[in-house]
């Protein structure tokens, strides 16, 4: 499946960006759906994961109560709805996709296709 993920920009600590993914080529809803984040010089961090249905969705402690996960299966799109920003969660921000886990998943290796990525910078 291919993805592309949009959204990404410049913010003042406290404020909000939705993060969008938009998937083509497969069926969107034979995938779980995962948002995970890296820095420079860093390994690609975890945020959150959302199973085929959209029921199940588990998240980084770190984004806990400030970011949700949703889908909509009829637009193939999953979204990262992002509140109460830190100049912590400056990265970027990467889509990607499971077929094989049938439930969301923390692991990139269970991902088998990535978007290209959408920077968020959050200023203090």
């Known amino acids: 499946v291919q993805l592309q993920a949009s959204g990404g920009g410049l913010v003042q600590a406290g404020g909000s960006l939705r993060l969008s993914c938009v998937a083509s080529?497969?069926?969107?809803?034979?995938?779980?759906m995962g948002w995970f984040r890296q820095a420079p010089g860093k390994d690609r961090e975890f945020v959150a994961a959302?199973?085929?249905?959209?029921?199940?969705?588990t998240y980084a402690d770190s984004v806990k109560g400030r970011f949700t996960i949703s889908r909509d299966n009829a637009k193939n799109t999953v979204y990262l709805q992002m509140n109460s920003l830190k100049p912590e969660d400056t990265d970027v921000y990467y889509c990607?996709?499971?077929?094989?886990?049938?439930?969301?998943?923390?692991?990139?290796?269970?991902?088998?296709?990535w978007g290209q990525g959408t920077l968020v910078t959050v200023s203090s």
């Open positions: 080529g497969r069926t969107f809803n034979n995938y779980a």
């Open positions: 959302i199973s085929r249905s959209g029921g199940t969705t």
């Open positions: 990607a996709a499971d077929r094989i886990s049938l439930q969301p998943s923390t692991t990139p290796g269970r991902y088998g296709d």
